[in-house]
């Protein structure tokens, strides 16, 4: 090391330089040491104030996708509850069309007319039930029409009412559970059911398409909700996050450094204080 000049040893000006510099770089070692502990790149908004502003609408923005994904989800697991019931229906009608056949053949007797009987009405009574049931105190066939959000924006999709209790024959399914309406207790009662059945049959095939439809829209939609979110975090994260890799090399060259300028005061201090005596 070159020896400096009378007066900048006796003002000790490299000392308080390397002082500084020191300080420094305490400082930077101290908040790379608070980025690595929390995990966060922005320890306060002054460390990016434009980053600190995108973040702050990023993470709004993530919280909306959020909450839309949350009712579609609810809306897709309503959707699905009026599938899994209508797959049970579905079987409910085969054998009632099944049973209303066995009952208008003329070898059938009066006692298995009776025991046919017995059996088609404890369907009907099923296929009934099922056209009450609810989802989250909401009516799965009584519902009428809704809508859902579907996106951050406030985009709507909307489910339009499901026909099931309807007692008409292009649609609904209420002239084959209704007792009074149709029985299989005769040959003649019975090809009515039969025919009725079968109509009834064909509307439910109808309603279990539509409900088929919405549950893949919604899935698109799901899925749409999740891309957009995965990469609004993703580009939040490279705002806030630290990238511990790249982030524990600044450590370690900034230990290094704070490590050296240490020694290099204690150096200094030595060095200074052995030629101040030469002048004494």
């Not at 490299?14 to 305490?26: E, T, Y």
């Not at 989800?73 to 056949?101: C, H, K, P």
């Not at 369907?123 to 609810?134: A, E, H, K, P, T």
């Not at 959000?149 to 024959?169: M, V």
């Amino acid at each position: 090391m070159a020896v400096p000049p009378v007066n900048e040893i006796g003002s000790d000006y490299i000392g308080f330089r390397l002082a500084a510099i020191l300080n420094d770089n305490s400082v930077l070692l101290q908040k790379s040491i608070q980025r690595l502990t929390s995990g966060l790149k922005l320890q306060s908004a002054g460390d990016n104030p434009a980053g600190a502003g995108i973040s702050v609408k990023l993470q709004n923005q993530i919280a909306r996708v959020g909450a839309a994904s949350e009712a579609v989800g609810n809306v897709t697991d309503y959707v699905q509850s009026q599938s899994d019931f209508l797959d049970s229906v579905s079987t409910s009608l085969s054998r009632m069309s099944e049973l209303a056949t066995l009952s208008s053949s003329g070898t059938a007797t009066a006692a298995n007319r009776s025991a046919y009987q017995v059996e088609f009405s404890a369907l009907q009574l099923f296929v009934s039930d099922i056209g009450q049931r609810s989802f989250n105190n909401l009516s799965l066939f009584n519902a009428g029409a809704m809508t859902t959000i579907i996106d951050e924006n406030g985009r709507t999709f909307g489910l339009s009412a499901i026909s099931y209790n309807s007692a008409s024959t292009a649609g609904g399914l209420a002239s084959v559970y209704n007792p009074s309406t149709i029985d299989v207790s005769t040959t003649t009662a019975s090809a009515v059911a039969g025919a009725a059945v079968s109509v009834a049959i064909g509307n439910l095939s109808i309603i279990q398409a539509a409900i088929s439809a919405r549950s893949e829209i919604l899935g698109y939609y799901t899925a749409n909700l999740t891309n957009v979110s995965d990469n609004l975090t993703s580009m939040n994260n490279r705002i806030v996050k630290t990238d511990a890799t790249l982030e524990s090399a600044e450590f370690n060259r900034l230990d290094l450094l704070t490590q050296t300028g240490t020694t290099m005061i204690a150096n200094w201090n030595a060095l200074r204080t052995n030629l101040l005596s030469l002048f004494q």
